[in-house]
Nanobody
Framework: QVQLVESGGGLVQAGGSLRLSCAAS??????MGWFRQAPGKEREFVAG????????AYADSVKGRFTISRDSAKNTVTLQMNSLKPEDTATYYC??????????????WGQGTQVTVSS
C-alpha cells in the first residue's frame, strides 16, 4: 500500500553529520520512525514521530545527537544525525506504523541506506 525509499547515507568521520530522508508513495504517512542494524546485531529502534508531528521518541544511544522531523505536505521524514560516532555505523531503515502498538513494532519497512562512521 505504501513504499518507503531512504536516501542520504554515506561515509563520514567521527564527529561529522549526515541527513537521512525517507520519501513515501501510495498514500499519506502515518506515524513514522527509523531503525538501524549493524553487522552481527539485531535491528534496534532509533527514533519515532507521531502522525501529528508533535511527539517524538529517541533511543538513549542517540538522544541529544539525532533529530527526527516530518513534512506532511511533501510526505517525507528526515533524520538529522550530528556528532556521529563509529558505533552509529549501520544500515538505517525508514518505517511506518499502522497501529498504536509500540515504537518497536512497525508495519512497513524501507530497503535501507548504509551509514559508515570512521574513527
Amino acid at each position: 500500500q505504501v513504499q518507503l525509499v531512504e536516501s542520504g547515507g554515506g561515509l563520514v568521520q567521527a564527529g561529522g553529520s549526515l541527513r537521512l530522508s525517507c520519501a513515501a508513495s501510495g498514500r499519506p504517512l502515518s506515524s513514522m520512525g527509523w531503525f538501524r542494524q549493524a553487522p552481527g546485531k539485531e535491528r534496534e529502534f532509533v527514533a519515532g514521530i507521531l502522525q501529528s508531528g508533535d511527539l517524538t521518541a529517541y533511543a538513549d544511544s542517540v538522544k541529544g545527537r539525532f533529530t527526527i522531523s516530518r513534512d506532511s505536505a511533501k510526505n517525507t521524514v528526515t533524520l538529522q544525525m550530528n556528532s556521529l560516532k563509529p558505533e552509529d555505523t549501520a544500515t538505517y531503515y525508514c518505517v511506518e506504523y499502522i497501529d498504536h502498538g509500540t515504537w518497536g513494532t512497525p508495519g512497513s519497512w524501507g530497503q535501507g541506506t548504509q551509514v559508515t562512521v570512521s574513527s
